[in-house]
């Protein structure tokens, strides 16, 4: 009979075992879905950085277009203008508009040279971003295909489970599912007087049973944790 738990335990574990590396893969395919999303995310930061960069060169040439206007204007008046006094007013003016274009002109100059190193910077980032989210897809494709693997392996490990139930008589099938429920493994070998799953020291009764000596042919049981024990010294 124990040989035949074994057996069942062997086939109870690895059925087991598939299930929770099923249950373990949506986790994992979301992991890796959310390092995607940052790659993403970190693409769209550094072209919103880009844009932000082109918005404010488009906002400097419409300044200085206003200004150049502003400019001819004053010129224009001033060709006009008879008095000394509005001649010169008109003169400061166009001195000060010439400064502002002039200073103008040095942002859109800088803004310019920010332009060309953003998309120097963006174009290498996103060479890097778009090779690591392709990494990632791969790995969810490794992911789902494993998935399938282990489903197969999975319906193969289920009916040598349920084959290796039909040798175990009744009474001990009925103790082998109550202390599976409960912790695995359920069947453990006793040395030294100690059981193999808790570890602690079992009575004599239970060590004169796992050496088959029980008046009743029970299996025996851990006094400690319930587990079912096999002598193994």
Not at 50 to 74: F, H, N, P, R, V
Not at 89 to 116: C, P, R, S, V
């Amino acid at each position: 009979m124990l040989e035949k738990l074994l057996i069942l335990q062997d086939r109870d574990q690895r059925q087991r075992s598939l299930e929770a590396q099923i249950k373990a893969i949506p986790a994992e395919i979301a992991a890796v879905e959310q390092k995607i999303a940052a790659e993403k995310a970190a693409i769209d930061a550094a072209r919103s950085e880009l844009k932000d960069l082109e918005t404010q060169k488009k906002l400097l040439e419409t300044e200085i277009g206003a200004a150049e206007e502003k400019l001819a204007k004053y010129r224009t008046q001033q060709s006009l203008v008879r008095k000394n006094d509005e001649f010169q007013a008109l003169g400061h003016e166009i001195e000060t508009t010439q400064q502002a274009i002039g200073d103008l002109e040095g942002k859109e100059l800088e803004i310019m040279y920010g332009i060309d190193e953003a998309k120097k910077k963006f174009a290498a980032a996103e060479a890097v971003l778009k090779a690591n989210i392709s990494g990632h897809e791969a790995r969810i494709a490794a992911h789902r295909e494993r998935a399938t693997n282990l489903a197969a392996e999975l319906q193969s490990a289920q009916t040598d489970f349920a084959a290796a139930r039909s040798p175990v008589e009744e009474p001990a099938l009925r103790l082998y599912d109550r202390v599976a429920a409960r912790q695995m493994p359920a069947v453990v070998p006793l040395r030294g007087g100690k059981c193999g799953g808790c570890h602690l020291k079992v009575s004599a009764e239970v060590e004169s049973a796992s050496r088959g000596k029980s008046a009743d042919g029970k299996l025996a049981t851990c006094d400690q944790c319930g587990r079912i024990v096999y002598w193994d010294n």
